[in-house]
């Protein structure tokens, strides 16, 4: 087995299909231009054993009734991730107001999932558990929406003296502006901001490539 756990822990949010389908009630403003990133990402994970958190919303229909747009509405078919954010060995976590998670679930799966109902993440106790209490001191983030919850859960990382990596060109908003005005303000704050090119880059490199016959062989993750 691959191990790159010391390059930390994919926080992967809410790449589900409302969000980022062309058909979802409330795709983000460059869903288009981001999918193919984050593919890329969910493959390097894949690839290179990268465990993960994720984290999707999940909204009950009697909360949403009379709302004119309701997205990721639990039981639809908008509120699933995509398919390819779906590792092989994952863990679907019950949100709850209960605080009891192992703290070893990313080395009984590779990949988590927990629920949120509003927009900062840390509202689900057992996702705060995991972000303040795991070993990992580097969490890579991604996803959805930049301006709200990723924005909250960078700057709750970095409150909790984690060190953050934002894959800028793999985050969805639906304010422009907005989501420009959020990658300065948690830069100012000292969260590392990359791509994706230059993280799978950064990963790769750690691995000597193999010689076959005497010829090198090519790996790829997307």
Same mark, same amino acid.
């Given at each position: 087995?691959?191990?790159? =756990?010391?390059?930390?822990?994919? %926080? ?8 980022? /389908? ?8 460059? +869903? ?10 969910? +493959? ?15 909204? =009950? ?8 747009? +309701?997205?990721?509405?639990? &039981?639809?078919? &908008? ?54 209490? #795991? ?19 960078? #700057? ?5 003296? *984690? ?8 985050? !969805? ?5 907005? !989501? ?22 950064? %990963?790769? /490199?750690?691995?000597?490539?193999? =010689?076959?016959? &005497?010829?090198?062989?090519? *790996?790829?993750? +997307?």
């Amino acid at each position: 087995m691959r191990n790159v =756990r010391k390059m930390g822990i994919f %926080v992967d949010m809410c790449t589900q299909r409302d969000y980022l /389908a062309s058909d979802g009630a409330h795709p983000s403003l460059n +869903a288009a231009q981001i999918r193919s990133n984050l593919k890329r990402l969910m +493959a390097l994970a894949r690839w290179a054993k990268v465990p993960t958190l994720s984290c999707v919303d999940a909204r =009950r229909p009697e909360d949403v009734r009379g709302l004119p747009r +309701a997205d990721c509405v639990i &039981g639809t078919p &908008g509120q699933r991730k995509l398919s390819f954010s779906l590792l092989p060995d994952h863990v679907l976590i019950d949100s709850d107001n209960c605080l009891c998670v192992s703290l070893d679930i990313l080395n009984q799966h590779q990949q988590a999932i927990l629920t949120k109902e509003h927009r900062d993440p840390f509202t689900n106790p057992k996702l705060d558990r995991l972000l303040t209490e #795991l070993p990992s001191r580097r969490f890579i983030v991604f996803g959805v929406p930049l301006e709200s919850s990723i924005r909250l859960l960078t #700057l709750g990382l970095m409150l909790r003296h *984690r060190r953050v990596t934002l894959i800028h060109d793999a985050c !969805g908003w639906w304010d422009a502006e907005e !989501g420009e005005m959020t990658l300065r303000q948690l830069a100012a704050k000292g969260c590392e901001l990359t791509t994706t090119q230059d993280l799978i880059a950064s %990963v790769l /490199a750690q691995y000597k490539p193999a =010689r076959t016959n &005497g010829q090198r062989r090519r *790996r790829s993750v +997307a």
